[in-house]
């Protein structure tokens, strides 16, 4: 009898831990809720970096290839980080879409 409730204990405790870890990782850090226009665009150069790890892996793109988007999308990050220092540590809108256009530029080449 002890065994059993003992197993049932656990079980609860591995529950609740992993919803916590769940609620954790939907919770918007404090930069994510005061700087979302930042998140997003490095959200998605996070993306777009992990697309062109899988389009190498699959042949689709070269090795050379990759190392000039990287770099392209290593420029888009300094110029998000430049912009923002200019502005206390924030992005305007204007500002964040002129980068997700070149985002954009990026990523048609990049593929599907």
Do not use: C, Y
Not at 25 to 30: V, Y
Request: aromatic letters at 6%.
């Amino acid at each position: 009898m002890f065994s059993i409730s003992m197993k049932n204990w656990s079980i609860a405790i591995a529950t609740a831990a992993f919803a916590l870890t769940a609620a954790n990782a939907m919770a918007d850090t404090h930069f994510q809720k005061t700087h979302p226009w930042r998140e997003q665009v490095n959200n998605r150069l996070q993306r777009q970096n992990a697309r062109i790890h899988q389009q190498v892996r699959e042949g689709e793109l070269s090795h050379a290839q990759a190392v000039r988007l990287h770099a392209q999308d290593r420029s888009i990050r300094a110029q998000e980080r430049r912009m923002a220092a200019h502005n206390g540590g924030h992005l305007t809108k204007g500002q964040q879409k002129f980068l997700n256009r070149r985002e954009n530029h990026i990523s048609h080449r990049i593929g599907r």
